[in-house]
């Protein structure tokens, strides 16, 4: 496998079931992200992980879980969904550099670009 | 937040025209990168381009950070060049992507 791969491709769940996604990638990235792109709406960030810390969560509903076990592994667990929660969710890999600043003796982060895996197309009913 | 504006929504080109999409930005970016969504939903990566100019095979960008603009040249389309165009940027700290509206291709023979 290379790249960022996804499972499932598709899934349809009821609003009462309880069902994860799967993301890894093989870039040796160490930051992942989840993205969600709704029907005539930009793609939106939803969760970043960085170094295996969540660094980032952009007021996504509790009803949306992510797990980062390790680098290479992201999952989003999901439950009690609604229907309005039909979209199409991708995942997002990159490399993190921690930049040295001499001047101020802060440390900053600096990053590469993003991969995207080819996304769950998710169905609540 | 920023704002990421791309124009056109939509294009409707015949096989062989050239086109050049743009990405209007409101602030200040670290980052720049720009997509092509495929009818089956795949972000694949064109060029990361915070500044300057690259050309890859039909494709070219160019980004004036200054002037905060991106322009994405397509030269003799193909039917497969067909789906959505993003542009996306980030900005300040850390490595948010925010995204544009995007760009419908559609390349016709």
């Known amino acids: 496998e290379t790249g960022v791969t996804q499972t499932p491709r598709h899934l349809v769940m009821g609003m009462t079931n309880k069902k994860s996604l799967k993301c890894e990638q093989h870039?040796?990235?160490?930051?992942m992200y989840w993205y969600k792109q709704s029907a005539k709406k930009p793609l939106e960030l939803m969760f970043v992980?960085?170094?295996?810390?969540?660094?980032e969560n952009n007021s996504v509903p509790s009803r949306f879980s992510p797990e980062c076990p390790n680098s290479s592994h992201l999952f989003l667990h999901l439950h009690t969904l609604q229907p309005e929660d039909s979209a199409l969710y991708l995942c997002?890999?990159?490399?993190?550099?921690?930049?040295?600043?001499?001047?101020?003796?802060?440390?900053?982060?600096?990053?590469?670009?993003?991969?995207f895996g080819p996304g769950t197309r998710l169905t609540v009913t | 937040g920023i704002q990421v504006e791309q124009s056109p929504p939509d294009l409707i080109l015949q096989e062989g025209a050239n086109s050049t999409l743009r990405c209007n930005f409101s602030?200040?970016?670290?980052?720049l990168q720009w997509f092509h969504q495929n009818p089956w939903g795949q972000l694949i990566n064109l060029f990361y381009?915070?500044?300057g100019t690259k050309q890859n095979g039909r494709l070219s960008a160019t980004t004036v950070a200054t002037e905060r603009y991106s322009l994405l040249y397509i030269s003799s389309s193909q039917t497969t060049d067909s789906g959505v165009y993003f542009c996306?940027?980030?900005?300040?700290?850390?490595?948010?992507?925010?995204f544009g509206t995007g760009t419908q291709l559609k390349v016709e023979l």
């Open positions: 997002a890999s990159s490399q993190e550099w921690i930049v040295p600043n001499k001047g101020t003796g802060v440390s900053v982060s600096a990053y590469y670009e993003q991969y």
């Open positions: 870039l040796g990235h160490n930051a």
């Open positions: 992980y960085s170094l295996e810390e969540r660094v």
């Open positions: 602030d200040s970016v670290n980052n």
């Open positions: 381009i915070p500044s």
């Open positions: 996306a940027v980030v900005t300040g700290g850390g490595n948010k992507l925010t």
